[in-house]
Nanobody, 126 residues
């Protein structure tokens, strides 16, 4: 069974930066569509960023374009999310996620990501 373990969350002031990391228990980071999804209190899950196998396509939701960068280290099986210029509306629990069926959809639609970690809290104060 694949496990995804996130780290790097925390509390920052608006304008600050955080880098989230996700270590996968199996060699999936390079083979599957990997992404980050988030859930704010009282809100639905929202896809934030995704990366297709082979880095051929990278997706971001409009609200994070130019501020967030998704990347991965295939050798270490780690997925990252660099978050800059953070805003209070970025406050949420962030989950590392994957779509287990390779060759299918890859993008920022959260329901497609059936593999998820336990989440890490990101809090941005104004």
């Amino acid at each position: 069974q694949v496990q995804l373990v996130e780290s790097g969350g925390g509390s920052v002031q608006a304008g600050g930066s955080l880098r989230l990391s996700c270590v996968a228990s199996k060699d999936i980071v390079s083979a599957l569509c990997m992404g980050w999804i988030r859930q704010a209190p009282g809100e639905e899950l929202e896809g934030v960023a995704a990366m297709s196998p082979g880095d051929s396509d990278i997706y971001y939701i409009e609200s994070v374009k130019g501020r967030f960068t998704i990347s991965r280290d295939n050798d270490k099986n780690i997925l990252y999310l660099q978050m800059n210029s953070l805003k209070p509306e970025d406050t949420a629990v962030y989950y590392c996620a994957a779509i287990s069926a390779s060759g299918t959809y890859c993008g920022t639609l959260a329901p497609f990501f059936e593999l998820r970690g336990q989440g890490t809290q990101v809090t941005v104060s104004s």
